[in-house]
């Protein structure tokens, strides 16, 4: 059991080391390798919201009035797989969503807009004249 438990840590910590170690290269190597990722989020409900990511390089609870946005931006490799997820409280209510996965996102150019209503999160997706809302899952 304890064997097992150890070889899972190393594990973990060697896929972060690779993980590092690409986002690394693809900086040196290409910048195009390495896209500059936007995710922009607007507080679409009638009371302030608290939107708290666990971006990599900002995890801190933001407070959106209504109408105020969040931009997070993180770097996205072609190689890895990435999913963020974020909370979203207000006044009796609290939902968590993956606000960016990116084998379903392909945001435009690099922009990804998200507006945030009471009955569930909607994306911006370019070409579309409607934003696209879809249902809270927790
Ligand atoms: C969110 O608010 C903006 C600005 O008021 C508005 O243009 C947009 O249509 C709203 N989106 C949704 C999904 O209600
Ligand atoms: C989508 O937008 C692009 C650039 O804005 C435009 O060139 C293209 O014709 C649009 N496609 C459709 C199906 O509307």
């Known amino acids: ?12 910590l060697l896929s972060l080391t690779i993980f590092v170690t690409l986002q690394m290269m693809a900086g040196v190597v290409t910048g195009r390798l390495l896209d500059n990722t936007k995710i922009n989020i607007m ?7 608290l939107v708290h990511g666990w971006f990599h390089n900002d995890h801190e609870l933001h407070r959106l009035l209504p109408g105020e946005s969040h931009r997070y931006k993180f770097f996205k490799t072609p190689f890895i797989k990435m999913v963020w997820a974020c909370t979203f409280e207000w006044k009796g209510a609290f ?15 690099y ?6 209503t009471e ?20």
């Open 1 to 12: 059991m304890a064997v097992l438990l150890v070889s899972k840590n190393v594990l973990m």
């Open 119 to 138: 009955d569930g999160p909607c994306q911006i997706v370019h070409n579309y004249t409607e934003p696209l809302c879809f249902s809270w899952n927790y």
């Open 95 to 109: 939902h968590r969503y993956d606000i960016y996965d990116s084998r379903r996102d392909s945001c435009y150019q």
């Open 43 to 49: 507080n679409n409900i009638s009371e302030p919201l």
């Open 111 to 116: 922009n990804c807009y998200w507006q945030i």
